[in-house]
């Protein structure tokens, strides 16, 4: 399209922070230290995690830039840039997360094919722009509707990039009308990314971004949006993220027995220390994030210094010295929340964390339990060992 173009190499790659953790360089996938993780509750834009499939694009013209929609729409639409910017701007503040943050400790349970994500494949920042319900009203698709008069249940997003799992195509995928027409749902058209001018990286000019869903429906650099009768029928959303049970291989996989992921389940990891760190004995802060899908709070993150033996509760807070309580109406209900907890270590440790929901929800024990073949959704307790010096 015009003002917007996917790159067939790597030669002209954005700057990026020495600091981070590279998984991979061509995609370039990385993530932040653990300590540069939880050293904000809004992640600085260096530190937010790298998500890539292929080059990242480049605008040529931001004024020749434009958004078409259309599908089954009986009169598309082509919005500029300036024409999103019209409408209400939203400021949503909202965690994402990779569907394979942990992946590298799923595989060494089972090996698991994918990106090696340590626990920082997940970041909060506070986006900026349109609401989707909003911009699909400029189109005749009124708040709330769940099915257009022309059979619509569903509405997909398409990239500009040039994706290897696509076979050069472009990244695409869909979520349901019913969401994206719920202003409530906070489903953005984002074009600023911590008060600035969102960065190529991160999806400049425009990216959608929905909250409480896995970060691979929140398409970057966007080109196209469609109304569509079934949901996409993408790479991504039907070869790849989707949570198949353990007995399945790459043998007798069948990929269309399981829908798409879209909500995350709950996740916590802690991020004050790495496995087999060395601490003296005495009183340690235990620290690290909690997250859960679909808009749903953290009620409690509960931590072990015994293995699993007794627990304590943390003290979980968004806001610094701001009591957390799940449900608050004042509480940034689409993100992460830190957890806290100080302990006394007598002699070489094992710490884990886990997180109940607002639904009850808690992560579950083990990873064998919940092993698959892609690696993702991780979100089983998570340990560390400390070492007493």
Known sequence: MEGLRGPSDYSQEPTRHPSLRINAKTPFNAEATRDDLIASY???VDFFFKRNHGPIPIVDDINSYYVSVGGLLENPKQLSLADIKKLPK???????????????????TRTVRGVGWDVAAVSNAIWGGAKLADVLELVGISNHTAVTPSGGKHVEFISVDNCVEEHGGPYKA??????????????????EMNGEVINRDHGYPLRVVVPGVIGARSVKWLDRIDIIEEEC?????????????????????????????????VQSAICSFKDEDVVKQGKVTIAGYAVSGGGRGIERVDISVDGGKTWLE???????????????TSSDKWAWVFFKADVEISGDAEIIAKAVDSSANVQPESIGAIWNLRGILNTSWHHIRLQVA
Not at 90 to 108: D, F
Not at 314 to 328: E, I
Request: with cysteine.
């Open 314 to 328: 943390a003290h979980r807070f968004q806001k610094t010295d701001v009591p957390y309580v799940s449900g608050d």
């Open 42 to 44: 809004i992640t600085p």
């Open 174 to 191: 869909s979520i349901a009308l019913d969401q994206a027409t719920n202003p409530a749902a906070d489903v953005l058209l984002a074009y």
């Open 90 to 108: 939203y400021n949503v503040t909202a965690t994402l997360q990779c569907a394979g943050n942990r992946r590298t400790e799923m595989s060494k």
């Open 233 to 265: 029928q993408g790479f991504f959303m039907q070869k790849d993220y989707k949570m198949f049970p353990p007995t399945v291989d790459w043998d007798n996989i069948i990929w269309s027995t399981r829908k798409p992921q879209m909500d995350f389940p």
